[in-house]
């Protein structure tokens, strides 16, 4: 067992003193700031900002010495713009801003702005500004009032960006060899690191690419006196070859490395330029899409032949290798065919890569303590292994009696009303031979007449149906007209569906009533967009009364159909809020008669499974003690909690997905939890788009704010009231990848809650989770460079165990009610883990809260100015 785990984390030395970096600042200037917006008011996009996107990316990469561009630096002149080690000439400014400029004109007689930048006039109306310089401290931090330590904002593209220069300052040295990596500065404020050239993997007669990966970000952690730098490890494979027709091409990612048109500089082929390749359809042909920056290379660079988007398209390894000294690299992604390389890297190899991080990244930088082992309770009251390898029957014997009585106490005295829509005998033959094996019916519980298949025990009556699917899993009729935005072709083809099922089904249901669908898998309905019919069917069955689960049809690659038809009917129970957490062993000191509660927000935007804009609050309560296993939702409508599978049915039938004033339903939640001790779980990261006050800088132990009001103590919310704040990577590193290691030099893996110190009062926890057993993989296997005692495996996936973020925000104190934040922070941990499951991404509460996320699926309608102006739910919350 390991007893300390290492995150890939660092932070400020305050022992080093400040990390500070004299840097040439530039400012766009007021009167070349106006002439740009007057361009492109006149241009025939006409938005009220400028596209500086590509201009940004084009600095980045070939004006040498630029380190970062300013965040909103296109909406004033006066706000810095380049940050750079040394000045850049205007002989190497004044083309890049030129070319660019040309594309905002509207028409061929504007100015020629390249030789307008040319004047070395101060007083010239166009002339850019001097470079100034400033000393600035990248370490700069701000304390919030709660005890949160912040960087400042601009930190957070500055900080990056100079981090990464510092790893591709220097080689990643093995003994069976050596990586460089170049800098890809996205401009979203992390910045991407890739070794180059890439890595070669000969198989089937065909040679695949692939580089190590680094993404470098900047975040917080709550009541810590220090911010981090995260630097998250992984493989990005290159596509050697495009197995897809043209119109399927919707945007891949092009990275190119080019040498710069000038000699001098001190970031001389460190920075490879970011792009988008992809289909037009009104050209009918493959473009460079997206303002990508590639398309203004030939103007810029004359002498050297750059990638033609056909070429690329065509021929994507000859250009992968380099044509001269000019090389591109399209981004794999799946949708581009398979990959024999996979994905990840093992925990020695990101060991390997940490140690050189560590070593790079000082004395600037110090690496965050390892964080320790805290409690030995890692699950709850898990139902107990078979002692012998002879008697796995009694275990499974147990588990199917559990989920019989938490499906009977879920069910209350109403049957259960199943329909079998199939399409293959075999898989209808399967389910109905797993149902009475995975909640344990004898045989003689089963009746067969006039069609219907039922069991009954101990007060349990479920009946089965079977009918061919027939049209109804067809793929769904969308229009083609593309004059017609996305969102209402798919929504009249959904309704389509739906008058087609109620059509079919001849009514609405009451009662407990489940469809399961057998439909074919994504790859089926892949040539025409939006066609899969899985999202119209739920919806369709929903406004019916029924709740919905699909089963695959058995195609090659799958899993074997017993397997996966007992899955369909322990997600199928799952709906009906047929699960309970399981009995914790977190200590005494929490209350015998908590109830558990999860808030979710369902965020989807223009791109989500209805192509319409939602925005809907979920809140999820599960008792535990003596009535542990009731699972409840908060109808909004009725105002009350209901069941869950009521609530999922609720949310189908509503058109509208948008909630208007989320944090008054979250303070009316709050009210309805009043009556009994309760931990309330919400995901930090997924909840502070509609309540700010949860951002890491705007906490205070055992508080609570809403809007611009004022902090209140969380009591005020109710004695009993317990706050957990969980948090993942939410999508941009927020939390550090790590290992597990100890003294003999082990890496691995290890489940447990951890902490970096063993104060009593200390709020914030990791919890990490075992492996599940298919993801086990032998030791000593590695995909970048060969070691000693190690085997190349570039084909094997490593599958890394995410660290989940916990912090106590509310509880009593040790003192005064014996409340303990370990404690707490254990029980959260508990929860992610269940005897029919591997362990869960998020506490049970939580999981089911975000599950609800499958029926909230909004339809566009003609008055929907969202979906008609095609904007989409923001989601740009800061930490």
């Known amino acids: 067992m390991y007893h300390s785990i290492r995150t890939v984390a660092y932070e400020p030395d305050p022992e080093e003193g400040p990390w500070q970096e004299d840097l040439h600042v530039l400012r766009l200037g007021k009167g070349l700031h106006q002439e740009l917006m007057r361009r492109q008011e006149r241009s025939r996009s006409g938005q009220p900002y400028l596209p ?62 390249e030789e307008e930048l040319w004047s070395e006039a101060e007083a010239a109306p166009l002339a850019l500004p001097g470079w100034e310089t400033e000393q600035i401290d990248l370490t700069e931090t701000v304390v919030s009032p709660g005890g949160t330590a912040e960087p400042l904002s601009r930190l957070y593209h500055l900080l990056p960006e100079a981090v990464a220069f ?185 060991a390997g890569l940490d140690t050189w991080f560590e070593q790079r990244l000082s004395p600037v930088l110090r690496r965050v303590a390892d964080l320790s082992r805290v409690t030995r309770r890692n699950t709850p009251s898990l139902l107990p292994r078979p002692a012998k390898r002879s008697e796995p029957g009694s275990r499974e014997a147990q588990h199917a009696l559990a989920r019989r009585s938490a499906l009977k106490r879920a069910l209350g005295q109403r049957p259960l009303d199943v329909e079998i829509q199939w399409q293959s005998p075999q898989t209808r033959d399967a389910l109905i031979a797993a149902l009475p094996k995975v909640i344990g019916l004898a045989p003689g519980s089963r009746t067969d007449e006039d069609g219907v298949i039922s069991w009954t025990a101990d007060g349990l009556r479920i009946m089965v149906r079977t009918k061919p699917a027939g049209s109804l899993a067809n793929a769904l009729r969308v229009s083609t007209d593309r004059k017609r935005r996305p969102a209402f072709r798919l929504a009249d083809a959904v309704r389509e569906r739906c008058a087609l099922v109620a059509e079919e089904d001849g009514g609405t249901h009451g009662g407990a009533s489940l469809v399961i669908v057998e439909v074919a898998g994504k790859a089926h309905f892949a040539a025409v967009p939006d066609s899969d019919p899985k999202h119209a069917l739920r919806l369709a069955h929903g406004r019916q009364g029924r709740l919905t689960q699909f089963i695959n049809l058995p195609e090659s690659g799958t899993a074997a159909l017993e397997h996966r038809a007992s899955w369909t009917w322990l997600d199928a129970f799952r709906q009906l809020g047929a699960i ?62 209901v069941s869950y599978p009521d609530l999922l049915l609720s949310l189908a039938k509503t058109d509208s997905a948008v909630s208007i004033d989320l944090e008054r339903e979250i303070r009316t939640v709050l009210f309805q939890l009043r009556g009994r001790p309760t931990l309330l779980l919400v995901n930090s990261g997924n909840l502070r788009q509609c309540w700010p006050r949860l951002r890491n800088g705007a906490l205070t132990s055992d508080m609570l704010a809403f809007g611009t009001g004022p902090q209140q103590r969380l009591a005020s919310y109710g004695d009993g009231l317990r706050m957990v704040l969980v948090r993942d990577e939410n999508g941009r590193g927020e939390v550090p990848e790590w290992y597990a290691h100890d003294h003999s030099a082990r ?49 094997v996936t490593a599958w890394n165990p995410r660290l989940l973020e916990i912090t106590v925000l509310g509880c009593g104190s040790p003192e005064q009610s014996g409340d303990r934040p370990i404690d707490w922070a254990t029980l959260t941990h508990q929860l992610r883990y269940h005897d029919d499951y591997p362990a869960l991404a998020y506490p049970l509460p939580l999981h089911l809260a975000q599950l609800t996320k499958e029926y909230v699926l909004p339809l566009a309608s003609q008055g929907d100015r969202r979906v008609q102006s095609g904007t989409s739910v923001p989601d740009t919350t800061p930490l």
């Open 580 to 641: 309970s957490p399981p009995a914790h062993r977190a200590g005494s000191g929490i209350p015998g008669d908590l109830q558990y509660a999860a808030l979710w927000l369902v965020r989807y935007t223009k791109d989500g499974p209805t192509r319409s804009p939602a925005r809907r609050l979920v809140a999820v309560r599960v008792s535990a003690g003596s009535d542990s296993g009731i699972v409840e939702g908060w109808d909004v409508g009725r105002a009350e909690w």
């Open 166 to 350: 510092r790893l591709a300052g220097a080689p990643f040295r093995t003994e069976g060899g050596s990586l460089r990596f170049r800098v890809v500065s996205s401009g979203t404020g992390g910045v991407d690191l890739v070794s180059w050239p890439p890595l070669r993997y000969e198989h089937r007669r065909q040679t695949w690419y692939y580089s190590a990966h680094l993404t470098v970000t900047v975040h917080t952690v709550p009541f810590a006196p220090r911010f981090r730098v995260h630097v998250a490890t992984g493989v990005r494979r290159w596509a050697s070859v495009l197995d897809i027709p043209r119109w399927k091409l919707g945007g891949a990612t092009v990275l190119l490395d080019t040498p710069l048109p000038w000699p001098e500089g001190p970031d001389q082929g460190y920075r490879m330029m970011v792009n988008t390749l992809g289909y037009d359809w009104r050209s009918k042909e493959i473009t460079w899409k997206r303002r990508s920056p590639a398309l203004l290379l030939p103007d810029l660079d004359i002498i050297r032949r750059f990638p033609e988007p056909e070429e690329l398209f065509t021929s994507p390894e000859k250009w992968l290798n380099g044509r001269q000294d000019v090389a591109a690299g399209i981004v794999y992604h799946p949708v581009l065919g398979p990959h024999e390389v996979g994905a990840g890297l093992m925990p020695r190899e990101r």
């Open 747 to 795: 890496i691995g893996f290890s489940e447990g809650i951890w902490a970096l110190t063993d104060d009593p009062h200390n709020r914030v926890f990791a919890s990490t989770a075992s492996t599940p057993p298919t993801a086990a993989r032998p030791k000593g296997l590695v995909k970048l460079a060969p070691v000693k005692g190690s085997r190349i495996a570039p084909r």
């Open 52 to 113: 500086v996107a590509r201009l940004h990316s084009l600095l980045r990469a070939w004006a040498p010495g630029v380190l970062a561009t300013g965040r909103n630096a296109g909406a004033g002149g006066q706000l810095p713009w380049l940050y750079a080690r040394e000045t850049v000439p205007l002989r190497v400014l004044a083309p890049l801003i030129g070319t660019w400029a040309d594309t905002l004109a509207a028409d061929q007689d504007e100015v020629d702005l």
